[in-house]
């Protein structure tokens, strides 16, 4: 029995001793990476100096089967920076070859070990200067990559997007799955995507959030059974607001499938006119009857 307990307790000192280690790992490598790589890895640079730590992180990944090989690229290229050995060869037209630094190798994969564990926010500034400077250029290209990436990861959350268009107004608290208040919020998010895009001249994304309106969620069955008992004789001019906003969804990704803008436009201006109706005429009649 003692025996068992001294094993026991032993493995539990050894697991404890390993936690401890790779926390230390941990933190020494992001000073490391705060004290000597965020000057040029900075996503708030504009314009950008070196890729974000978030895409560095990404290609590495990319290009690696596991986290020691993920270490190793990342230390053999840091330690002695040349171009045949370089990840993101964009980054490195773009802004050329990182230069030596003289950084120990011990120091790099300590670094590396960090970036591999460690969630990088979306460099969302970072993304909005890039797509500036390849507009200018010319380059569509990548424009229309990086602004997709730009559009679902940093315009997503609907508080961000409160944010970018100036609105003081505070933002709903998630909505339980399967209801009508978790469409309706889902459906705001895409708009604002779509307006974006459409801004960005982006249409790949504008179409991706028109076909996402037009095939929004759908409340239970429970809820619809409480719309449909509610509204009572409304009820089919209520199906009928939606089923014109689901048209012009559609027509809106058409348009934007065809690069059509002045049609995408006014399919845009008259899907706001049509949900602004439907809200004037049932928003406070569905919100009392669904409390």
């Known amino acids: 029995m003692k025996k068992a307990i001294l094993l026991t307790g032993l493995s539990f000192m050894l697991v404890s001793n390993s936690y401890a280690s790779e926390d230390t ?3 020494e490598g992001k000073k490391l990476l705060q004290d000597n790589c965020l000057v040029c890895h900075n996503a708030q640079l504009d314009p950008p100096q070196a890729p974000p730590m978030f895409a560095v992180q990404m290609k590495y990944k990319k290009a690696s089967s596991d986290k020691e090989s993920f270490v190793n690229k990342v230390t053999s290229f840091a330690t002695h920076p ?6 993101i060869k964009m980054a490195v037209k773009k802004l050329g070859v990182m230069p030596d630094m003289g950084f120990k190798e011990e120091d790099v994969r300590k670094i590396a070990s960090y970036i591999y564990d460690e969630t990088f926010s979306p ?20 424009y229309k990559k990086v602004s997709k990436r730009y559009s679902m990861m940093c315009l997503k959350k609907t508080e961000d997007t409160a944010k970018r268009y100036g609105l003081n107004a505070p933002v709903a608290s998630p909505a339980e799955e399967g209801t009508l208040k978790s469409a309706m919020q889902q459906l705001g998010k895409d708009y604002a995507i779509l307006n974006h895009a459409i801004l960005m001249e982006d249409f790949d994304t504008a179409a991706n959030a028109a076909s996402h309106i037009a095939n929004h969620e759908k409340p239970s069955v429970f809820q619809r059974m409480k719309i449909m008992a509610g509204l009572g004789t409304d009820m089919p001019s209520f199906k009928k607001a939606d089923g014109k906003v689901h048209q012009l969804a559609l027509d809106i990704e058409a348009a934007a499938k065809s690069k059509d803008m002045p049609l995408l436009i006014q399919h845009q201006s008259n899907m706001l006119k049509a949900c602004m109706a439907c809200h004037r005429s049932y928003r406070t009649k569905v919100i009392d009857f669904l409390k």
């Open 25 to 27: 790992a941990f933190t």
């Open 82 to 87: 040349s171009e045949d050995k370089a990840i």
């Open 123 to 142: 460099p969302c500034s970072h993304w909005k200067s890039a797509m500036k400077v390849m507009k200018e250029n010319g380059d569509m290209k990548h």
